[in-house]
């Protein structure tokens, strides 16, 4: 199968300033930001969608979740907060099929989202 976006980023195949990576996850900037901080946090393992992640992905599910809150600290929104977002499937609004989590921050932002 051909690899996705993200894996041509994390592989450095394609360019990205690499905020954070270990062995399970990858962090960098949105090319398209919305907000003052965009960064995106994917697992390198390339689960589609959360719909489609499964039991056996417990512990990368986990440490995406653990490092996009360590990631928005290391970017100082630990005092003004931020929003972590997963869209899954055309109505979520995802166009990339490979599972990220979006940390938006440097603004507020409106609740509910358009
Ligand atoms: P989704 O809409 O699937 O939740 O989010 C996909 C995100 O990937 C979008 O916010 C989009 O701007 C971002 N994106 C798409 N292509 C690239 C790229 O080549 N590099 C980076 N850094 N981000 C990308």
New binding site residues.
């Given amino acids: 199968m051909s690899q996705t976006?993200f894996e041509r980023?994390i592989s450095g195949e394609?360019p990205?300033k690499v905020i954070y990576q270990d062995e399970l996850v990858f962090a960098?900037?949105?090319?398209?930001p919305?907000a003052p901080t965009?960064v995106?946090v994917v697992p390198k393992k390339p689960i589609p969608r959360i719909a489609e992640a499964k039991e056996e992905d417990q512990v990368v599910l986990g440490q995406l979740l653990l490092k996009a809150a360590s990631v928005a600290e290391m970017l100082g929104l630990e005092k003004t907060g931020y929003r972590l977002?997963?869209?899954n499937g055309r109505d979520?609004?995802?166009?990339?099929p490979h599972l990220?989590c979006?940390i938006l921050g440097g603004r507020t932002l409106r609740w509910p989202p358009g």
Avoid: R
């Fill in positions: 976006l980023l394609l990205t960098f900037p949105d090319i398209n919305v965009h995106l977002v997963i869209n979520g609004g995802e166009t990339v990220h979006h």
